[in-house]
């Protein structure tokens, strides 16, 4: 059989501001803009990859649910450093093989950010 995926190209959020949105997401969780200057989306890297598609969106309702999860080095400090900047994060989970919370963007999209041992 045939392989049908070769990987991820990108997620996509639905935002009510583009400037606000891309801007929260490369100061808070290290984000960089794309190469592209788009009216309607943003397109948004890490490590020089595209990973996430901001949509700009009549306001209609987000996602409440965890859209995706990403991976990071340090999630005590990641937790802390967040919080202290006034975004909303839940309380930490830590497990056995891993260290997880949840934070939410300014248009109520709900990330899952995990440190795994």
């Known amino acids: 059989m045939a ?17 606000q949105a891309s801007s929260w997401y490369c100061l808070h969780l ?4 794309g190469p592209h200057d788009f009216h309607d989306f943003a397109e948004l890297h890490i490590n020089g990859r595209n990973v996430l598609h901001l949509l700009k969106s009549d306001g ?14 340090d999630a005590e400090s990641l937790h802390k450093s967040l919080k202290e900047s006034g975004v ?8 056995s093989d891993h260290a997880e919370f949840f ?13 795994w041992f």
Request: charged letters at 20%; aromatic letters at 8%; zero cysteines.
């Open 30 to 33: 290290g984000f960089t803009l």
């Open 3 to 19: 392989q049908k995926l070769t990987g991820q190209f990108g997620i996509m959020l639905r935002v009510r501001d583009l400037e």
């Open 103 to 115: 934070v939410t963007d300014p248009d109520g999209n709900t990330l899952g950010l995990t440190q």
């Open 60 to 73: 209609s309702t987000p996602m409440t649910e965890p859209n995706f999860g990403l991976y990071v080095n």
């Open 88 to 95: 909303k994060v839940t309380d930490m989970i830590r497990r």
